[in-house]
Structure formats: structure tokens, C-alpha cells
């Protein structure tokens, strides 16, 4: 059999073109994976591929990966020029001021962050964006400030009647009520705020388009703040130095040079903030240092030192013996020497052990240290009083029998496995709540809350993971603000980051039981961190291995990729099908052959439960030319509300990350009305072009979390450089009953599966976690 191409997380759209330019984040190499030379194994159904000719950029991994990221504005005009100034530096602290300065600013910020931890009310107070504003609402009603109920713009209605069939509701699902679900809103910009940021861009030659979105990146202040430091334009999506040096040009002449300390701090931020769209939530102050020297940064080792002196990174040691050099226990407390130079990526302590320096943003510092102390906290108050003998007896499985009995004794339990070990973590959820147990499960996607609910019964046991932080579903808060919940089992755990993983345990009270279950094999997150991994990387709680395997063909193909090997399998239903294709024209006509005539006509499955997923957003074969040529087969109309019409296939993202299929159902003065999987959704008008687009294709990432019937995956000739193992394998899953591969690109499908593995992440929770004392370490560690 054959496999598919792999992607690392990165962003979308405009964000995609400048992924390269996040030159410090190790691990890019995947997306340039080259196809081996040797021969690849037989197809199950079809002839071989050939490579096809036309270049298709593949899917980046972090930011966008998910979903697609909301369309940034052209900054390709954004100055007349590129390249760093070059007006000579402004002048630099001595040595021993700087010395001092850096001793100074940064014992004063560690004193003060450890100061904030020891309180509860400011763990995770460096969060930002949607996990902001939900720990934001968490803690208005623990505080009392404000009623649950506050949060909502209207109460639930009756129940809505079924879905339609378009929306593959489980057969033997009960009906559910239906909750409107409106998008937000964008934030109200102020008309003059608006005119000031447009005069200072047009002054320094930038494009008129940036301004709302440097509005809602800086604030009512961006006028003023552009002004006195140009570089703050880097803030706003899509801008790359080069332009912000030639802004910077143009409103400060000879005053600014390539190592001016605000264009420094700025790069700095810059560079950090494209890493966490990689994945990553810190970097190695080498490859920091590297990345400024490349953008022309005559002494990096100042600019990072500067960086962190103006708070705009924070600087981490990993390994060594904290106590010796003065490091805090969250070695955060890195020595004189090394706050000075940010160190090498590795150095060694006085006692020659190993050092790892590292930089990374507040956000995702204080998300992970109050991700691990929630976790460390759930693991120590778990309640163990009741008896589930008799429920692990009574389960349904083995490994359900194991995950009960294990969750009996633990607060933290991971739990990993396929398709088909979901039924565990049901039966886990029916087993508490026969015993009295508030028991619910958190699916990443309302497909997955159908597929669960369905599972377990009861569909009341399911909600989706960003239903249930923001109230919209589950029990509610108790009188202490804490999710009602005495036991939380979140699927497809590895789509959590580290912000909204840092809000969700937050949201636990003590003694709540928690289980993490996901496969291990897919995509990761679309934001920072990987939770997942360094979950069961710390062995920080007991760990569950599903002993079921994914049944049929399909299932015996996706189990050979996770351990490297593309098998040829036996699909005498024609569960797997391989179409050969020769270039990417011939893949977009095959493609829609697929969708609207062939896998209809052999499975009775209708072309609005076939779900097409390709490698890249852009290209000659990526989701914008696929969705094109699939509307125009499947619902052709002249796009007269914003470019959709009543019946086209969408995917909304709401935020960063979260991908919602819908369909267009009508639009008015109110926005665009979608049905989004019996949901309605209203995404007001100015939302439209930013969060809206077809989705007859998807990207992997995209597509991570959901199933349906039949899934096309679409591999044009140049897709070999985005092909990865977890790539292939995210995308070959999500078929339930039928997969066809439309394969262009021979022999570099088998060489990423056994190749190719998934992009390192370079993240700090793991070493937090294993740093964490627990009262049965060595139990839990066994």
C-alpha cells in the first residue's frame, strides 16, 4: 500500500510564504524532505505514481495548521527597499553598565514571576487571545463579578430538528438541542485611532491595508507607538523585517541603524513569535543569535541581552544543577554571565554538566509552569475513595478494563490509542457515572462530540473542548468557579497547546480526576507546545496503551504508518484506492472525478460526505484550486455574499487553530449564516473574508480531529517536501469507510513514512514536569 505526505505545523495563507524566515526553529528540515532513492512498495489497488510537474506549496506546521489562518494583509509594498538600515548604531551601554543592567532587570522579573506564582490569581496570567479571555471569564465568575450566565449572548433554544443528512449525525445518535453559536465579533476600532495609524504609514511609504490589522495587534496607541519605534510594525501578521527596516527609513532617517536597540528587540520578539507558530514556546539562544546575525545583526549577543533587559524574552536554563550557579528551580535563574551573552545553545554548569540556554516569550513561559503545577496539583489531591472493582469488570474490553482501574487510583492518567480506543474512554465515561460520578468528555471537534456521544449513548456526556471553556456546553461552574466535574476525559489530546491546556486545568477543581487520550500518530497542535508529548515523554502520571486496533484495511494501513512502513494491503471492497497521476492539473480533474461520480457511484456515498485533503493552502493542486474546481462541479453560483453561495461546503475558524465545517445556509445584514454540523453560526459581515473560506478541500491539519465516510487525499508531484510521517498518517485516517489517494508523487510517499518523522518541538513543560514533586513519584514513574 502507499501513504502521504507529512506536514509540521506552521501557518496559512499570507503566513505561509514567510515560514522560512523562522530560520531559528529547529526541525524545519521536514518540510524539504527529499524522496529516497529507493524503490517504493506496490499500491493495494492501482498503478504506480509518477511525479508530477507543478510546483503546490506545502501546508507549514504551527499557527495555521489547524485552520486555515485568517488571510493577512500585503505587506509585499509595505516600503520601498529592503535590508537593514544603514545609518550607523546608536550608542551602546558599557560593558559593565550592561552588566548590571541585566543583573538588575533580570533578578527584579524572576523575583516578580515567581511572586506571581505563589498566588493563585496569576497563574496564567500571561496568556493571551481566546485562552486570555476565557481564563478571564473563568475568573470574573469565580470571583462572583459576574453570572455564569453573563458570558452568553442568548440562552439555548428548544431543541432544533435533526440535522441534515449532509451532516453525517450518527445514525443511532438521540436528538441533541441545538446551540447558536455566533461568531465573534470584530473589536470596534476607533475612526481616529484608524486616521492616525493610516497618516503614519503613508509617511513611511507603508500600504493603507495595514492599518486595522496594526490596530488590533498594538492597540489604540499604534499611531504614536509607530512612530517613536518603527519596528513595532513586525507585530502586525504577514510584515517581514525588510519591510519594517524600510518603514523604519523612512520616518527616522540617519537616527536608525541595523543595531538599534529597538530594531534588535523587535527581531528578537519577531523570531520567537514565527518559532510558536512552528510549535515551539522557547528557542535555543544560539539559533537566536544565528537568526539576528543573518538579518544583520553585527553583535547578537548584545541584541539578545537587550531583549531581555526590555522584557520582551525571557531567559531559561535547562540541565546542570540549578542550586549551583543560583538558578531558581524553574531554571529561570540563569547567572550573570549567561544573562549577559544568552550563552551557547549548550554550555555546562561548574560542575560540567550539561547546559541548555534558552529564550522564549512570557505567554508560553507562564502557560507552561501553570500548566504543570495545575497538573502536579491534580495529581496530588486526587480523591480515591470510591470503588470501581466492579466497574472495570464489567467493562467492555481489557484495555477499558485497565484504563478504569487505573483512573480509580490516579488524578492524572494518559491514555493513547486509534480509532476504534475511543470506546475506551466511553466506557471509562460511563463507568463514573454509574457510580455517581460527574463524568463528561471534551471531543476537539464537534465531529469527535458526535462520534463520542454516540460511543457512550448519552449525549449528554459530550461536549467539544471550546463549548465547555466557554460555558456554551457542559455543567457549568460550581460555587467556586470550578467546572462541575468530578472526572474530565479529553480526546484527541494531541490538538491541545499550552495555552488553552494551562486554562483547562485551571478550570479543574482539587481532587478532579483528568485523562488526556489522543493518538499519538497524528499532527500536533496548530498553536505552541505539545502537551501531549510531554505528557507521556515526563511520565508524570500512569500511562494507558490501547490494545485495540483500528479495524479493515484502512485501519491496518493507518497501524503500519505509525511504526514507519507503508504495507500493501488487501482492500477486496475497494476500501483503498490508488489513482496514479502525472501532474497537478491531472490531480484537480481526478479529484473532482472522485468526489462527484466515481466514490458515489461504488459506496453510495454522496459528494458532501467525501472530504478532499491536500498537502498546501496555495500551489497548482492546494485547497484554493481544488475548492474552486469542486464548487464549480458541485454548486455553481456567482458567489454573490462575499464570494458563497446558499449550499457551498465552508470551514470557519473562529480563532487561531479551531477549523468548524458548515455549510453556507443564507446571508442578510447580520452576516453570513452557516450550519455548522446542526450548529447555526452567524459570522458578521466584516468577519467574512477573514474567517471564512470553502472547504470542499482541507488541509491535514485542518482536517485533524474529524472523520468522514470517504476521504480523498490529493498528493501532487512537488507535495514530496511537505510529506512527513504524521502527515500521511493524519490524513489517511480520517476515512471511515473508504480512501483514495491520488498519487503523484512516487517513490517520496514511502521514504516519509519510514523517513520523516514528526518536526521537534522545543518546548520547556516536559523538564517542568519532571522537576515536579508528587507524592507516589516512583508509582507513577513505574
Known amino acids: 500500500m502507499t501513504a502521504l505526505p507529512g506536514d509540521t505545523p506552521g501557518t496559512a495563507d499570507a503566513t505561509a510564504e514567510d515560514a522560512s524566515a523562522a530560520a531559528p526553529a529547529p526541525g524545519d528540515g521536514a518540510a524539504d524532505a527529499t524522496p529516497s532513492d529507493g524503490g517504493s512498495k506496490a499500491p493495494p489497488a492501482a498503478g504506480e505514481g509518477e511525479p508530477g510537474a507543478e510546483e503546490s506549496a506545502p501546508e507549514s506546521a504551527a499557527g495555521g495548521g489547524g485552520a486555515e489562518a485568517a488571510p493577512e494583509a500585503d505587506a509585499s509594498d509595505a516600503t520601498p527597499g529592503a535590508g537593514p538600515p544603514d545609518a550607523a548604531p546608536a550608542s551602546e551601554l558599557s560593558e559593565a553598565q550592561a552588566e548590571l543592567a541585566a543583573q538588575r532587570e533580570l533578578r527584579e522579573r524572576i523575583e516578580k514571576r515567581k511572586a506571581e506564582k505563589a498566588a493563585p490569581i496569576s497563574a496564567g496570567g500571561g496568556l493571551s487571545g481566546t485562552a486570555a479571555d476565557l481564563l478571564a471569564a473563568v475568573r470574573a465568575v469565580e470571583s462572583g463579578e459576574?453570572?455564569?450566565?453573563?458570558?452568553?449572548?442568548?440562552?439555548?433554544?428548544?431543541?432544533?430538528?435533526?440535522?441534515?443528512?449532509?451532516?453525517?449525525?450518527?445514525?443511532?445518535?438521540?436528538?441533541?438541542?441545538?446551540?447558536?453559536?455566533?461568531?465573534?465579533?470584530?473589536?470596534?476600532?476607533?475612526?481616529?485611532?484608524?486616521?492616525?495609524?493610516?497618516?503614519?504609514?503613508?509617511?513611511?511609504?507603508a500600504p493603507e491595508a495595514l492599518a486595522r490589522p496594526a490596530l488590533g495587534a498594538l492597540g489604540e496607541q499604534a499611531a504614536?507607538?509607530?512612530?517613536?519605534?518603527?519596528?513595532?510594525?513586525?507585530?502586525?501578521?504577514?510584515?517581514?523585517?525588510?519591510?519594517?527596516?524600510?518603514?523604519?527609513?523612512?520616518?527616522?532617517?540617519?537616527?536608525?541603524?541595523?543595531?538599534?536597540?529597538?530594531?534588535?528587540?523587535?527581531?528578537?520578539?519577531?523570531?520567537?513569535?514565527?518559532?510558536?507558530?512552528?510549535?515551539?514556546?522557547?528557542?535555543?539562544a544560539g539559533a537566536v543569535r544565528t537568526a539576528l546575525a543573518e538579518h544583520a545583526v553585527r553583535d547578537p549577543d548584545a541584541a539578545v541581552l537587550n531583549a531581555v533587559e526590555e522584557g520582551v524574552a525571557l531567559l531559561f536554563?535547562?540541565?546542570?544543577?540549578?542550586?549551583?550557579d543560583g538558578a531558581g528551580?524553574?531554571?529561570?535563574?540563569?547567572?550573570?554571565?549567561?544573562?549577559?551573552?544568552?550563552?551557547?545553545?549548550?554550555?555546562?554548569?561548574?560542575?560540567?554538566?550539561?547546559?541548555?540556554?534558552?529564550?522564549?516569550?512570557?505567554?508560553?513561559?507562564?502557560?507552561?509552569?501553570?500548566?504543570?503545577?495545575?497538573?502536579?496539583?491534580?495529581?496530588?489531591?486526587?480523591?480515591?475513595?470510591?470503588?470501581?472493582?466492579e466497574a472495570a469488570a464489567a467493562a467492555p474490553s481489557p484495555s477499558a478494563a485497565e484504563l478504569i482501574r487505573t483512573v480509580a487510583s490516579a488524578g492524572l492518567v494518559a491514555h493513547s490509542g486509534g480509532e476504534a480506543a475511543r470506546a475506551e474512554p466511553a466506557a471509562l465515561i460511563a463507568a463514573a457515572r454509574g457510580l455517581g460520578l460527574r463524568a463528561l468528555g471534551a471531543a476537539h471537534s464537534e465531529d469527535g462530540r458526535r462520534r463520542l456521544a454516540a460511543a457512550t449513548g448519552d449525549p449528554d456526556t459530550a461536549v467539544t473542548l471550546a463549548g465547555l471553556l466557554s460555558g456554551a456546553q457542559g455543567p457549568g461552574r460550581d460555587e467556586d468557579g470550578?467546572?462541575?466535574?468530578?472526572?474530565?476525559?479529553?480526546?484527541?489530546?494531541?490538538?491541545?497547546?499550552?495555552?488553552?491546556?494551562?486554562?483547562?486545568?485551571?478550570?479543574?477543581?482539587?481532587?478532579?480526576?483528568?485523562?488526556?487520550?489522543?493518538?499519538?500518530?497524528?499532527?500536533?497542535?496548530?498553536?505552541?507546545?505539545?502537551?501531549?508529548?510531554?505528557?507521556?515523554?515526563?511520565?508524570?502520571?500512569?500511562?494507558?496503551?490501547?490494545?485495540?486496533?483500528?479495524?479493515?484495511?484502512?485501519?491496518?494501513?493507518?497501524?503500519?504508518?505509525?511504526?514507519?512502513?507503508?504495507n500493501q494491503v488487501d482492500a477486496p471492497g475497494k476500501e483503498v484506492v490508488i489513482v496514479p497521476v502525472r501532474d497537478a492539473g491531472e490531480a484537480v480533474h481526478r479529484t473532482v472525478q472522485l468526489v462527484a461520480d466515481s466514490v458515489p457511484r461504488a459506496f453510495s456515498i454522496p459528494a458532501e460526505e467525501t472530504q478532499v485533503i491536500t498537502v498546501g493552502h496555495g500551489g497548482a493542486a492546494g485547497t484554493r484550486v481544488l475548492n474552486e474546481a469542486l464548487k464549480q462541479r458541485l454548486n455553481p453560483g456567482p458567489g454573490r455574499f462575499g464570494g458563497f453561495d446558499p449550499g457551498d461546503r465552508v470551514v470557519h475558524v473562529p480563532a487561531p487553530g479551531r477549523a468548524v465545517p458548515g455549510v453556507v445556509r443564507s446571508a442578510d445584514a447580520e452576516g453570513l449564516h452557516l450550519d455548522c454540523g446542526g450548529l447555526p453560526v452567524v459570522v458578521p459581515q466584516e468577519?467574512?473574508?477573514?474567517?471564512?473560506?470553502?472547504?470542499?478541500?482541507?488541509?491535514?491539519?485542518?482536517?485533524?480531529?474529524?472523520?468522514?465516510p470517504a476521504a480523498v487525499v490529493v498528493l501532487p508531484g512537488d507535495a514530496a517536501r511537505g510529506l512527513s510521517r504524521p502527515w500521511v498518517y493524519t490524513a489517511f485516517s480520517r476515512g471511515e469507510r473508504h480512501l483514495s489517494v491520488v498519487h503523484g508523487v512516487d517513490r517520496a510517499l514511502p521514504h516519509a513514512?519510514?523517513?520523516?518523522?514528526?518536526?521537534?518541538?522545543?518546548?520547556?513543560?516536559?523538564?517542568?514536569?519532571?522537576?515536579?514533586?508528587?507524592?507516589?513519584?516512583?508509582?507513577?514513574?513505574?
Not at 317 to 324: I, L, Q, S, T, V
Open 146 to 205: 459576574k453570572a455564569g450566565t453573563a458570558f452568553f449572548a442568548r440562552p439555548a433554544p428548544a431543541p432544533a430538528p435533526a440535522p441534515a443528512a449532509s451532516q453525517r449525525p450518527a445514525p443511532d445518535q438521540p436528538p441533541r438541542p441545538a446551540v447558536p453559536e455566533a461568531a465573534p465579533a470584530a473589536q470596534a476600532l476607533s475612526p481616529e485611532a484608524l486616521d492616525a495609524v493610516r497618516a503614519v504609514l503613508a509617511e513611511g511609504g
Open 224 to 284: 504614536e507607538l509607530l512612530r517613536t519605534d518603527p519596528w513595532h510594525l513586525l507585530a502586525v501578521p504577514g510584515v517581514r523585517p525588510e519591510q519594517a527596516d524600510g518603514f523604519a527609513r523612512a520616518l527616522l532617517g540617519g537616527e536608525c541603524g541595523p543595531d538599534d536597540g529597538r530594531r534588535t528587540a523587535a527581531l528578537v520578539g519577531w523570531l520567537l513569535e514565527r518559532a510558536a507558530l512552528q510549535g515551539h514556546t522557547a528557542l535555543d
Open 317 to 324: 536554563r535547562e540541565g546542570g544543577d540549578p542550586e549551583a
Open 329 to 389: 528551580a524553574d531554571g529561570t535563574g540563569a547567572d550573570e554571565d549567561e544573562a549577559r551573552e544568552a550563552g551557547p545553545a549548550e554550555d555546562a554548569d561548574a560542575a560540567g554538566e550539561p547546559v541548555r540556554v534558552l529564550l522564549g516569550l512570557d505567554r508560553y513561559a507562564l502557560a507552561e509552569e501553570s500548566l504543570a503545577d495545575g497538573l502536579a496539583r491534580l495529581v496530588n489531591t486526587c480523591e480515591k475513595a470510591a470503588d470501581w472493582t
Open 482 to 566: 470550578a467546572l462541575a466535574l468530578d472526572l474530565l476525559v479529553v480526546l484527541d489530546a494531541p490538538q491541545l497547546d499550552v495555552e488553552g491546556a494551562a486554562v483547562l486545568v485551571e478550570a479543574l477543581a482539587d481532587g478532579a480526576r483528568l485523562v488526556l487520550s489522543g493518538d499519538p500518530g497524528v499532527l500536533g497542535s496548530a498553536g505552541a507546545g505539545r502537551v501531549f508529548a510531554d505528557v507521556l515523554a515526563a511520565r508524570a502520571c500512569p500511562q494507558v496503551v490501547s490494545r485495540t486496533p483500528d479495524p479493515g484495511p484502512i485501519g491496518e494501513l493507518v497501524s503500519g504508518i505509525g511504526i514507519g512502513e507503508l
Open 687 to 708: 468577519r467574512v473574508e477573514s474567517s471564512v473560506r470553502h472547504g470542499w478541500a482541507l488541509s491535514a491539519h485542518q482536517a485533524a480531529g474529524m472523520r468522514w
Open 753 to 782: 513514512v519510514a523517513e520523516v518523522p514528526a518536526q521537534e518541538r522545543t518546548t520547556r513543560l516536559r523538564p517542568l514536569l519532571e522537576a515536579l514533586p508528587t507524592p507516589d513519584a516512583a508509582s507513577l514513574n513505574g
